[in-house]
């Protein structure tokens, strides 16, 4: 069973605007994790943040966390054409062997 | 450095036909992942192995079989390939020094007619 489901499932924006992607999951967590896809490729590891963090940032990403209310949110600012991708959040429920559970994505799409 | 390596890249085998997916790290990480990829699924984990010589069944472990053949790869074998396996595999590693993140290799296309 899915543990994060990422909302919405696509979302198309302008280049220069903010995309906003967000993730709910349904148990306790260790971190929470976000991946980018760019089509036909394997998945890149985008940003970390831990259950005791509630906001994390790299570069034009900004990362929030909320455990109270089992949810995180991604904000790419600034877009380009180039951050065209699908946008994945994966949870990590803690032990040793790092397993993690993704959604099912956004797919995102910046038009020039 | 490489990073995660998969061979093959595509792959058209017919029901009933077996083949091995391979994979390798060069990042000397202790775990190792396969996932399958279907449109509107996300990923899900097949198979995983926390460090060599262990291996654990993930989501999705039916018609499949893995071999954690060393500290740098770890194979997925299709004994009896069926039509519902159609699907892109990747391949994952994750190491102790990091937190958890995880590297993914460039995928497998197969299709099984």
């Known amino acids: 069973s899915q543990q994060g489901e990422e909302d919405p499932q696509a979302l198309s924006i302008q280049e220069g605007e903010n995309a906003t992607m967000n993730c709910s999951y349904k148990?306790?967590?260790?971190?929470l994790q976000w991946y980018r896809q760019n089509s036909g490729r394997g998945l890149v590891h985008l940003i970390l943040?831990?259950?005791?963090?509630r906001e994390k940032h790299s570069g034009r990403l900004r990362v929030t966390l909320d455990t109270s209310k089992k949810s995180s949110s991604l904000l790419i600012t600034a877009s380009r054409a180039a951050d065209t991708a699908s946008y994945f959040c994966?949870?990590?429920?803690?032990?040793?062997?790092?397993?993690?559970?993704f959604g099912k994505g956004t797919l995102l799409t910046v038009n020039p | 450095n490489a990073g995660v390596t998969q061979t093959p890249k595509f792959q058209v085998l017919k029901t009933g036909q077996s083949m091995t997916l391979q994979c390798a790290q060069d990042?000397?990480?202790?775990?190792m992942y396969w996932y399958r990829q279907d449109p509107g699924m996300g990923l899900r984990l097949i198979y995983y192995?926390?460090?060599?010589?262990?291996?654990d069944k993930g989501e999705v472990p039916n018609g499949y079989n893995v071999s954690r053949l060393n500290k740098r790869e770890f194979s997925l074998r299709l004994e009896s390939a069926a039509p519902s396996q159609t699907s892109v595999y990747f391949c994952?590693?994750?190491?102790?020094?990091?937190?958890?993140?995880?590297?993914f290799g460039p995928g497998t296309r197969l299709t099984v007619t």
């Open positions: 192995s926390a460090s060599e010589g262990t291996t």
């Open positions: 990042m000397n990480h202790n775990s």
């Open positions: 994952a590693s994750s190491g102790v020094a990091g937190l958890g993140e995880q590297y």
């Open positions: 148990t306790s967590i260790n971190n």
């Open positions: 994966a949870t990590d429920i803690g032990g040793s062997n790092y397993k993690l559970t």
């Open positions: 943040i831990r259950s005791n963090e």
